[in-house]
Structures are given as C-alpha cells and as structure tokens.
C-alpha cells in the first residue's frame, strides 16, 4: 500500500472506530547532501523519508497519534481516542472542510536535478575559490550542498483535500582564517533562490573570518547599539510567542493586554506573510487559505496570531497561522514575519548611529532569554564604529537588554531585511539608543 | 506499545552485501523502531496527548574516512537495500576503492533488557493524576505563583546495528523527564522557574521521585528571581553550584574533547593529549556505563560497549571521545562515545554523561573568601565553539557575594569566557557531586546528556548582566 492509499485507510479507520472527524496530514520528504572540507569528502547523504499523523475528534475531544511507518491503522486510532480521553471537550471542535487555494508560483531552486557527482564538483569548487581568496584562508571547516523536496497533504473527513510540493536547496561555506596562534571559523549560507550565489557565499565567509582575525573586546558599559538584520531575526524568532494567540491565552505574553495599544517605536511595522516570494504558503497547517497579516502598524499592537481555535474563542477570525509540530499537533507559527525596512541605506543608518556597536551575531540565546519578560542576555559580536565608519571588529562581549523595551527605542531600521539561512523569520538591521554591554577592560594582552 | 519488527540477521547480511558492493571498506546498519509520548498540563487542563512512532533505518559506508550515509522511514526490505545501494554508489562515484571486504560471522555484543515498569503501561489518566499533583503544588509554595506547566514526555525505542566487522548489537532504551515550568507575577513582571529531571528508567523512577518537592524548586526559583534585581555586568568571580552547573564543563571542556573537532584539528584541545588543560584541583569523566542515568546505553550507536573515559586527571588532558571515523582520523581506540539522535543522522564522538570528580574543598569557605563575586546556583544552557573555545552559559538565579556573605538574589546574566582559560581558572572544588538532566545539540542531532560537578569556583568570568557596570 503506498502513502496515499494508507492516508484514506486511516480516515476510513476512524469513522469506523466512532470518531467524529479525522484528518490525516501526510509528509513525504527526500534528501541529497555533500559535505567536503580539505579536498576530501567528508559526507554524502541521501534520505526518503515519510511522516503520518493523525487527528481526530471523539466525542468533541481532539486526539493525536502519529507514524513514520504504515502502522496497523486501527493501533495507530487507538492510540488518538486513547490520548483524546482527557481532553476537555469541547463541542464547536470543527476541521475545516473543502477550501479555494491560490496558486502561488512555487520559487525556482538552483540545485533541484543535480546529481551528487555535481552537487561534489561544485562543493571542491568552491573550497578551491575561498582557499585562494586569502592566503590567510587556512582550511575550509566544511562546504556543503543539499537539495530538499517535501510534498504534504492534508486530508479529512470534511473534505479538506489540500497539497503542497516544496524544493529548496542550500549552499553552506565555512573556512578558518590563521594568522600567528590566533584561528577564526566563520560560517555563511545561501539558499532557497540564491542557493547557487557560490560567490557571494564564498566571498562573505571569507572576508569575514579575516575580519575575526583582529577581534578584541572592550570595556563593560553602555553603548550605542545596532543590530544586524540577521541578530534583529533571531531575536524576532525567539520572542514570538509574545504574539501566539495560545501563549496568551496560557497567560504567558506579556502582550496579552496590549491589543490597539503602543508597543513598539512609531518605525515599527510587523507583518506575517505567506505570500514572500521565497517561501509562498498556499495555506496553514490547518488547511487555511493563506492571509497577510499586519501585526504591528507604526508601533501598534494590532492583532495576536491565531488557529481557528483560538480565534473562535477569541471572536475573531483566524489568520490561518496554524502550524503541525513534528507529531502533527495544531499549533501556531509564523508563516513569513518580518519587519517592515526603513529608509536609510546601512551606511546611512551606521551614519546616523555615529559611534558604538554594530552586532553582527549574537549565540546562545537559546538559554539566554526569557520569553515571558523578555530579557536576554547573550554573546555577541560585531564592528565598532566611529565617525559612521566600521572599524574593528569587537568579540567576547555580552549584550543585555529586554526586548519589549527595546522595540519601543527602534531609531531606525535599515532599507533591507534579511532572512537568515532558510528561515522564515527576517528582519532588517536596526538601530537603538543605549544598552549594557560586558567586556573585558582592554589591556595590551587583549590588543592582538 | 504496537508489536515490534522483529530483524533477522539474514536481512542484515543482504544489506551489508549491497552496501559493500562497491568496494567500501567498512558497512553499518542501524535500524530504531520506538515509541514517544508527551502528555502536558497547562494549569489543570491537558493541553497536549501526543503518541509518535519513530521507525527508521541508515546504512553507513566508509572508505579510509570518506564517508556516506544514506537513510529511510520504516525497515522495509526493499527500501533498506535501496539506501545501501544509494550510499555505495554515493562513495564509490568518488573515491577509488579497494577489493570487496567480506563480512564477518555475527558476535552478539548486547541483548535488550525489559522494563519493570514500562511506560507503555501507564495511562494517560495516571499520568494527568501525577502531574496534577505538581501543579497545586507549585501553586500552594506562593499566591506569586501565576501559571503552572507540567509535563511527562517518555520514550522506547530499540535500536539495532549491524556492521560488515560481525557486530551485531540490540539495545532497548527507555527514557522519561519531567518538566515544570511555573511563571511569578508580581511588580508588573513576570519571571519563570523551572525544573526537570530525567533518567534512563522507566515509570518507577517518578514514582520514586519526590514530586512536590521539585514543584516547590521550580516555585522557589521563580518566586526569588520575581524580587531579584538585574545582575551587574563585568568580570567577577563566580561560585557555580553542583548539579547542572556542570554545563559549565559541557561547554568550556566537553565538546572541545570530541573527535567530532579533534580529528579534525579544529578544537582548542587537539594535540593536547598528556598536556595540562585545567587547573590541578578538576578532573573529569564521561561515563556511558552508569546504570539508569539520563545519557547512558549498553553500547554506543555504532555497537561499541559504553565505557567510563577518564578525561581529565588532575588537570591533565588524558582522554578525548572517539567514534569510529574519528578513531581512523585519529588512530586511537573508539570511546564507546558514538552517539546520534535518530536514524536520520550517522553517528559522531558526543558526550554521555559528563562530569567533574568531587573534590576536596569546602563549599561555604569558598563563598566566605570572596569579597566580591557571583553564587550562580540555578543555571540554564548555554553554547560552545570548539574552533576557539568561546563558551557561553545563562545563569538564571544567582546571589550577589560582599564580604564572603550571599547579600541579595540577583537574576538574569549570560557568562562567557574560553574554555582553556577558564579550566585554569577553576581555583577550588568542593565534594558534593551531583549530576542533572540536559539535551545536548551537536552535528548528529539532540542527544540526552547528564551534566555533573560538586560546587565550584572560578576565578574570573565576563558576566554579562543588564544590571550596573561593576567598577
């Protein structure tokens, strides 16, 4: 029995087994991959993979079970009516029935139909090009290629028939930079359309891990502060529950009583979109048809982002932001969320700015945050810059701050945002007024 | 929990066939079949009942080190040759390689052992009953207390590998945490507390747990850290508490001791074998053979039996973890140190359970020395580059140090520093061991991963709190 043919099994099994609904979301993935570093091959990779997860309503209960095998299907609803028993019911429980989707043109990927032998040439290529950028370039830390297609169906008992077919690829250079005892990694990725931009990978990888050479840190104080499109992203990312309908109905946003109030500086405008270009999503998890959604207007908290669930109990509409977890449970995430961009080129905002830090990345803001008061406190890196200009680049700092708070002193965002490697969170470079930075006081042994 | 596949040795034989049939040097099959549940509370309410079978396959060739894995869903025959196939094909397209190797006769190295009290067993509705139980817990430590979470997620899976060398090992493991997240409000803030313990064990090992009191820990923590003032910012000396302060070692030491980086000659700690790398007062272990704990197994996911590695001695650098790719890189013994976190990934060199030996130090006299510096007694995780050793780590909890004394509660503060400087620095090591639960994120996926040290003490640390500048 093929996939699809088992996907109608189950619904028919949970009809039969007394559910009220069912819905079956079906995920077929496979995968190509080379890694090379130092002319050899480290890796290559091939994978056909497949996920089913089921959900139903028994009794207006909703219960979940999922497979990565054509489980026997009355086990696998068992399983779901078994996890439905202590759920709350709840009456309007209601799986979308049949929907009219767009058709948004699907993004070309570059890398799509190269073989491995290709995908390996192009990898050793482009090892060879950084290597011979600088002779300070010690060694790549790894070049990989990888193509990616996944096509997912949803199904249900309400005639909800939704399909979707995604191939994407990506391109990941890292080189080390050597100079005297001091060695630097840096890592850069393309993907999606520009999955093939070699050079640019290439070149950015590179010049920045010379950059790294020269890092030192500074004095413990407070700064003037841009962040990088790519840091402003992950910070976006990370802080999104603020904006998930569910975590505030959990009591968890500190937004929850903010809706049509001030949240942000007057230049802040946030939107949810499933309609960018390198990412269109014809509908959400649930079977939704897509929907733009401003979620921040000129510093204005306009809306949460909802499931059908949340928005009923809300008495609103949903905005069809339904995402599945790996077990196919109805959560909500973001489709394509991003900050509007400003005005000012980069250069101008670094201009304006002045002097202080421009952050380029920032790590361990997996533990360093606290969602629910939004302070974070994580390693950071980046350029000083004085007069408008960028000058050296500055490591082994920390920068602390809270994030509501911050969003409230946005001076300026710059031109262009920026979806770091294959993310659907993106945000232009962004610039603020003062905030706490720790360092080491700076003495000759730091000045290397 | 549905009938387990039951894997024939023969089909085993066939899939290595086709994997060497090109010429590879070394084969390996690795098939995992369990089960996953989460069960979670949001206050008193089931907010999620989840039930996952996770069931897949990867075959891995080597040629000298060139690698090439290859993977599917499910251990259907036809799918598992198909991937041997892709993965000999994918080397052979690119390396030159040797005469076919035969396989060797099997040598079973490790058979499963069934739990007392599976997990399979318990319901749904005792699970909801236990966890309801943490949850008026954590909201009777404190009126504060504004939100509880609590939830139970436990995992079976049987994982099997065969190798073209005759391994043959079959290993069933059973894993089950606890997590208690409750959210303070008060002074127009809110602030989280949380704890979690795990351990390789079936249902028996909450039973066995004392439930009210972590509910009370995860209440105390946020209820502290609601009144707490920010942390100041600047170098300091920083008191770390046992337990999971040991994320400190994980971070500054461990990855820095897989083969993953060593082999390559990208870690801060490659060649340094016989070499100082910390302070004389630490010496520190990872152990994948003790029983029950979090992050250990009978043998590795490469069918290498689990050891205890001694890895520092005393501040000398006496051991790295080795998978066996790193072990051809290397030319040292494989650690038992293979791990990944499914079938979707090939195995590399991580760590198990990772630890720093108790030592001989007072735990309150290096706390009284101090004239100034930080308690950090309730940390969370934090992130490492091998390359240069950068680490950082969150304190979540930490306690202001004036005149040997913990003068107030203080929250919020990333630490950061390099790892061999920081070994150095470690000036004292108290004896009260303890170890914690962690996941630990790395090039073959999340793994399971005790933490561990007794309290101790390192001299500087940039501290990065949002708090005043520390003159």
């Known amino acids: 029995m093929n996939w699809q043919a088992y996907q109608e099994s189950l619904l028919t099994c949970a009809r039969e087994q007394g559910c009220d609904q069912a819905e079956v979301v079906l995920t077929e993935a496979s995968s190509l991959g080379v890694t090379v570093s130092e002319g050899q091959i480290e890796n290559l990779e091939a994978s056909k993979t497949a996920r089913c997860s089921l959900r139903i309503a028994y009794q207006n209960r909703p219960g979940y079970a999922s497979t990565e095998v054509k489980e026997d299907p009355a086990l696998l609803v068992a399983q779901a009516i078994d996890n439905a028993s202590g759920q709350v019911p709840d009456p309007a429980l209601d799986f979308a029935g049949p929907q009219t989707y767009e058709t948004l043109p699907q993004p070309h990927n570059p890398l799509e139909g190269l073989s491995l032998k290709a995908l390996i040439e192009q990898a050793y290529g482009l090892e060879k090009a950084g290597l011979a950028r600088d002779p300070r370039i010690e060694k790549s830390a790894g070049i990989s290629l990888q193509v990616n297609q996944r096509t997912l169906s949803i199904l249900n008992t309400s005639g909800l028939s939704a399909h979707h077919q995604v191939s994407r690829g990506s391109t990941v250079c890292g080189f080390i930079a050597k100079e005297g005892e001091t060695r630097r990694d840096q890592w850069e990725q393309v993907s999606g359309t520009q999955a093939d931009d070699f050079e640019t990978c290439v070149n950015r990888c590179v010049d920045r891990a010379l950059i790294r050479l020269s890092g030192h840190s500074i004095a413990t104080g407070q700064y003037t502060l841009a962040l990088s499109g790519k840091v402003m992203a992950s910070l976006l990312g990370a802080f999104f529950s603020a904006i998930n309908a569910r975590e505030v109905e959990k009591g968890r946003s500190p937004w929850a009583n903010e809706l049509g109030k001030q949240v942000a500086a007057p230049c802040v405008h946030l939107v949810d979109d499933p309609y960018y270009a390198e990412n269109p999503l014809p509908f959400d998890g649930e079977g939704r048809p897509a929907q733009k959604t401003t979620v921040v207007e000129a510093g204005t908290l306009k809306t949460f982002l909802h499931h059908s669930e949340t928005a009923r109990r809300a008495g609103v509409q949903t905005t069809a932001n339904a995402v599945r977890t790996a077990t196919g449970r109805v959560e909500i995430g973001p489709t394509n969320l991003y900050f509007l961009p400003g005005e000012l080129t980069e250069d101008q905002l670094l201009e304006q700015m002045g002097q202080g830090l421009y952050i380029q990345y920032i790590a361990g803001l997996h533990s360093g945050l606290n969602p629910v008061s939004g302070d974070f406190s994580v390693v950071a890196d980046g350029f000083w810059i004085e007069n408008g200009k960028k000058q050296d680049w500055i490591h082994q700092i920390t920068i602390a701050a809270n994030y509501f708070k911050l969003l409230n002193e946005v001076q300026a965002f710059s031109n262009e945002i920026h979806f770091p490697g294959g993310h659907t969170v993106g945000s232009p470079a962004a610039l603020f007024k003062q905030v706490q930075v720790a360092g080491q006081k700076e003495t000759p042994e730091d000045s290397v | 929990m549905a ?458 640390l940039t501290v990065g709190g949002r708090g005043e500048a520390l003159s």
Not at chain 2, 312 to 338: K, Q, W
Request: aromatic residues 6%; proline residues 3%; hydrophobic residues 40%.
């Open chain 2, 3 to 460: 009938e387990l596949f039951s894997f024939h040795p023969e089909r085993a034989e066939a899939v290595l066939k086709r994997a060497l049939s090109r010429g590879a040097d070394f084969a390996e099959l690795f098939l995992e079949d369990g089960t996953a549940r989460n069960l979670t509370l949001n206050e008193k309410i089931i907010d999620a009942a989840t039930t996952h079978r996770r069931c897949g396959a990867g075959v891995r060739v080597f040629s000298q080190t060139a690698s090439a894995y290859a993977y599917c869903s499910g251990w259907d025959q036809e799918d598992l040759l198909d991937i041997a196939q892709q993965a000999a094909e994918a080397l052979a397209a690119q390396v030159s390689l040797k005469a076919q190797i035969q396989l060797r006769p099997w040598i079973k190295v490790c058979e499963m052992k069934a739990p007392i009290r599976p997990y399979e067993a318990v319901t749904v509705s005792e699970r909801e009953q236990y966890l309801l139980r943490a949850v008026h817990a954590a909201h009777a430590y404190s009126p504060e207390i504004h939100r509880v979470t609590a939830s139970l997620a436990d995992e079976d899976r049987r994982v099997i590998i065969f190798n073209s060398e005759g391994v043959w090992a079959e290993d069933r493991r059973i894993h089950g945490r606890l997590f208690i997240q409750t959210i303070a409000q008060g002074e127009g803030r809110l602030e989280t507390g949380s704890v979690a313990p795990g351990a390789g064990q079936d249902f028996s090992f909450f039973e066995a747990l004392d439930l009210e009191a972590q509910a009370r820990e995860a209440a105390r923590i946020a209820t502290t850290v609601l009144h707490a003032p920010e942390c100041p910012s600047g170098q300091l000396p920083v008191v770390i508490e046992n337990g999971f302060g040991g994320v400190i070692f994980h971070e500054a030491c461990g990855h820095s001791l897989e083969a993953t980086s060593v082999a390559l000659n990208n870690s801060e700690f490659s060649g340094k074998l016989g070499q100082q790398i910390a302070a004389t007062c630490v010496s520190a272990v990872d152990d994948g053979t003790l029983l029950g704990a979090w992050g250990s197994a009978q043998v590795d996911d490469e069918g290498q039996p689990t050891q205890r590695n001694l890895l520092i001695d005393h501040g000398i650098c006496t051991g790295y973890l080795i998978d066996r790719l790193g072990s051809r890189r290397m030319g040292m013994e494989p650690t038992g140190s293979a791990r990944r976190q499914d079938y979707s990934y090939p195995a590399t060199s991580r760590m198990t359970n990772t630890f720093i030996l108790a030592g001989q130090d007072d735990a309150d006299e290096m706390i009284k020395e101090l004239p100034q510096g930080l308690y950090a007694k309730t940390l969370g995780g934090g992130s490492v580059n091998p390359l240069t050793g950068e680490f950082n780590f969150a304190v979540q909890e930490g306690y202001w140090i004036e005149n040997g004394e913990l003068k107030h509660p203080v929250r919020g503060a990333t630490l950061i520093g390099k790892g061999a400087d920081v070994l150095m620095k470690i000036d004292r090591v108290a004896a009260n061991l303890k170890r914690a639960q962690g996941m630990c994120g790395s090039a073959s996926g999340m793994v399971r991963a005790d933490v561990g040290q007794p309290r101790l003490r390192v001299q500087q």
